[in-house]
């Protein structure tokens, strides 16, 4: 190691993949005479919500020299070593549960294993910007034979065990930091490789799929490249891995430094023959590009509350929109700006991301900028009250860069955008390492503005984002040549709920505040029996009832509140207007279509 400090050694071994148990050591060749202390985070970088991984430590003992220790738990996510007046080794051992199949935690079987760091490597207090050294060992079993890792993690060359590329062996870390920011899987995944500007991309894909991997390779490559070009040559990593768990029904991604955790769909891989593509594949292709997009905008641009990261407790900043919406934004417009959909996609897309802010009653009580504050609490926990009272920092973030983009557009003849602010931040805070202040980003559109659109467009971005008002969109948007239709979902008139999904009963998952349920008197989690004295087998029953009926109209509705049989006297709805459907204007000016080539690309 380039460092004369000695590094942190831990070793992980899936020792028991069927009982779903890894073993870890952390070895402490300085250990802290007074009492060296270990932590595991409260948290993971990415996903703002307190999970105490520690919980998921089944054992653990200290030695020192190989003699037992003693080790006291001090709280529910830190250990103290007793004082130890004349040095020596210390070592940690501990047994991980690791049964999470999520892109957030850890998970073993006798299939494959993936951990997070935030999950398996406990911290060195007052060590953790010493180098780390990692053994991931294989496990023992003839079964294992051809299992292989995939991780950024550097190989750690010039150690003895060092891995080769997808070995088991010795990796390395240049602190603590980076140690947790490169998640490992190991298995028998299938490989796919492409180069973009010149760096080596790695799609990694377990679990059983028929993927085409060659074309899900030279789409990622086309949206990689893009981004790189936009935010300029060469992108800030060497290497880079999309590391992709396929299971039945799944969706979910992590972003990290080098490389992203993926959960994905089955059905939503492309396969050998597959004919244009598929709203499942464009899903999919968007969260890759979401998380890719990450890899400048939060793993580099940070919000300042994050650098550094206190895994210990919340970290809380009102800029969550910029770092997920702004994100959200540019995941599907690379889709569409590098060629891999239509504009008449994208906008079906768009319209999509329009609609689910519309459906939402908390857009009117809570604001981005709170939205963000309260990720800890509210967007990650949500319940069955969460359509009244939350908005999403993702999709109204999105719809917020949008307008924002759209108006440096409209207001500089197309000279300037959202890329230029992009670029700004990446320049002033992404390479330098500074964190992004509160006031920050909108700051940096004053500046990218210049004189005359950047004080006004700093304003509006400011009260935007610390208000509740809905977007001028079917204005901004007819300036570039975009139509904007507005309707129904369904003609029926509204009760104002929301389905809980599946198994064939009338379940309440929302009531909508001011609607025709919630006035009746239903509350989530009711399961509706009958309509007018006929049974309501489905959702299907209660949509066909609804169509023949008109708004105004009354209906009796017999409902389960638990085990009892309840009786509510609804007043029907007007149908609600929450679809919004976006198309390329038939006739555009001159003017709108040179600004909707400059957004869209040439081929609208
Ligand atoms: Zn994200």
């Given at each position: 190691m380039p460092s004369a400090l000695p590094a942190v050694e831990y070793r992980i071994r899936p020792a028991n993949p069927g009982a779903h148990l890894f073993h870890v050591s952390c070895t402490v060749r300085d250990?802290?005479?007074?009492?060296?202390?270990?932590?595991?985070?409260?948290?993971?970088?990415?996903?703002?919500?307190?999970?105490?991984?520690?919980?998921?430590?089944?054992?653990?003992?200290?030695?020192?020299?190989?003699?037992?220790?003693?080790?006291?738990?001090?709280?529910?996510?830190?250990w103290r070593a007793a004082p130890l007046a004349d040095g020596g080794v210390l070592c940690l051992h501990y047994e991980v549960y690791a049964w999470d199949l999520s892109v957030r935690a850890a998970h073993l079987d006798g299939t494959h294993g993936f951990f997070n760091g935030t999950s398996v490597f406990?911290?060195?207090?007052?060590?953790?910007?010493?180098?780390?050294?990692?053994?991931?060992?294989?496990?023992?079993?003839?079964?294992?034979?051809?299992?292989?890792?995939?991780?950024?993690?550097?190989?750690?060359?010039g150690v003895v065990g060092a891995a080769r590329p997808y070995g088991f062996g010795w990796y390395r870390a240049a602190d603590y930091d980076e140690l947790i920011d490169h998640p490992v899987e190991m298995g028998s995944f299938a490989l796919g490789h492409f180069e973009a500007a010149g760096t080596t991309h790695d799609v990694v894909l377990t679990g059983r799929h028929d993927c085409d991997l060659e074309r899900l390779c030279k789409d990622l490559q086309r949206i990689c490249e893009w981004q790189i070009k936009l935010f300029g040559a060469?992108?800030?990593?060497?290497?880079?891995?999309?590391?992709?768990?396929?299971?039945?029904?799944?969706?979910?991604?992590?972003?990290?430094?080098?490389?992203?955790?993926?959960?994905?769909?089955?059905?939503?891989?492309?396969?050998?023959?597959?004919?244009?593509l598929p709203d499942g594949y464009k899903s999919f292709l968007g969260l890759c590009s979401h998380e890719y997009f990450h890899t400048w905008n939060v793993k580099r641009i940070k919000p300042a509350a994050f650098t550094p990261y206190d895994l210990t407790q919340e970290n809380y900043t009102r800029l969550l929109w910029a770092f997920e919406g702004f994100t959200s934004y540019y995941d599907d417009l690379a889709l569409v700006r590098s060629?891999?959909?239509?504009?008449?996609?994208?906008?079906?897309?768009?319209?999509?991301?329009?609609?689910?802010?519309?459906?939402?009653?908390?857009?009117?009580?809570?604001?981005?900028a709170e939205s963000s504050f309260d990720a800890w609490t509210k967007y990650y926990r949500q319940d069955e009250n969460a359509p009244n009272a939350i908005v999403s920092y993702y999709t109204k973030g999105a719809l917020i860069a949008l307008a924002l983009d759209l108006q440096l557009r409209a207001g500089s003849d197309g000279r300037i955008s959202l890329d230029d602010?992009?670029?700004?931040?990446?320049?002033?805070?992404?390479?330098?390492?500074?964190?992004?202040?509160?006031?920050?980003?909108?700051?940096?559109?004053?500046?990218?503005?210049?004189?005359?659109?950047?004080?006004?467009?700093?304003?509006?971005?400011?009260?935007?984002?610390?208000?509740?008002?809905?977007?001028?969109?079917a204005k901004l948007l007819r300036g570039f040549g975009i139509d904007w239709q507005a309707e129904p979902t369904a003609a029926a008139p509204s009760l104002g709920i929301k389905l809980a999904a599946g198994n064939g009963e009338c379940r309440l998952a929302t009531v909508h505040d001011g609607g025709a349920a919630q006035a009746a008197g239903l509350s989530a989690g009711d399961v509706l029996i009958a309509l007018d004295g006929l049974k309501l087998g489905s959702g299907k029953a209660l949509d066909d009832m609804l169509a023949r009926r008109q708004p105004g109209d009354g209906a009796e509705i017999h409902a389960f509140r638990r085990d009892e049989l309840m009786m509510f006297s609804v007043v029907l709805g007007e149908p609600v207007v929450d679809k919004i459907s976006l198309k390329l204007a038939a006739k555009a000016s001159a003017g709108a279509l040179k600004l909707r080539r400059g957004w869209l690309g040439r081929a609208a």
């Open positions: 250990p802290d005479p007074a009492g060296q202390v270990f932590r595991l985070p409260a948290w993971i970088p990415g996903s703002y919500m307190i999970r105490e991984f520690a919980r998921n430590i089944v054992t653990l003992r200290a030695e020192l020299d190989g003699e037992p220790w003693p080790v006291d738990k001090l709280d529910k996510h830190s406990l911290a060195v207090e007052g060590r953790t910007d010493r180098p780390c050294l990692v053994d991931i060992e294989r496990p023992d079993g003839a079964e294992y034979r051809d299992w292989k890792v995939a991780t950024a993690l550097p190989l750690a060359h060469p992108p800030p990593m060497d290497y880079y891995a999309f590391l992709t768990m396929v299971v039945g029904d799944g969706y979910g991604g992590l972003e990290h430094r080098a490389s992203t955790a993926l959960l994905c769909s089955r059905a939503d891989l492309p396969w050998k023959g597959m004919e244009g060629g891999v959909i239509t504009p008449e996609d994208y906008l079906g897309l768009l319209g999509k991301t329009v609609s689910a802010v519309l459906r939402g009653n908390g857009r009117t009580k809570q604001s981005v602010v992009m670029r700004l931040l990446w320049q002033r805070h992404g390479q330098t390492g500074l964190g992004v202040e509160e006031e920050g980003i909108f700051e940096a559109v004053r500046e990218v503005g210049g004189k005359t659109l950047g004080p006004k467009l700093a304003r509006w971005l400011k009260t935007t984002v610390e208000g509740t008002d809905d977007l001028p969109l």
